[in-house]
């Protein structure tokens, strides 16, 4: 069993920037693969970027040149360092662990509560 808690959220300006981090609990962290998520209001959930047991990452196009996705292993901890950020990114952003293998869709087995995110513009 892993559980996560997301932290780090907030209200920020247009053109600002945020560090979202995902504190993991377990001793296996560094098996696990790690992913961002968000859902603004009215929409479905969306995939934002993944960090694989190698540290190999994906970054939705959205997102791409702005957000990156970092971990520390020893400290059981996934950080989403979110720069340039728009109106658009304005939503809850959720962490997520899935055993071993990255996934690009919402497929992970353990879920955060999230972590709202305002931007104004």
């Known amino acids: 069993q892993v559980q996560l808690v997301e932290s780090g959220g907030g209200l920020v300006q247009a053109g600002g920037s945020l560090r979202l981090s995902c504190a993991a609990s377990?001793?296996?962290?560094?098996?696990?693969?790690m992913g961002w998520f968000r859902q603004a209001p009215g929409k479905e959930r969306e995939f934002v970027g993944a960090?694989?047991?190698?540290?190999?990452?994906y970054y939705a196009d959205a997102v791409k040149g702005r957000f990156t996705i970092s971990r520390v292993n020893a400290k059981n901890t996934v950080y989403l360092e979110m720069d340039s950020l728009k109106s658009d990114d304005t939503a809850v952003y959720y962490c997520?662990?899935?055993?071993?293998?990255?996934?690009?869709?919402?497929?992970?087995?353990?879920w955060g509560q999230g972590t709202q995110v305002t931007v104004s513009s």
């Open positions: 997520a662990a899935r055993y071993l293998v990255l996934a690009l869709t919402s497929a992970y087995d353990y």
């Open positions: 377990g001793r296996t962290f560094s098996s696990y693969a």
């Open positions: 960090i694989g047991v190698g540290s190999n990452t």
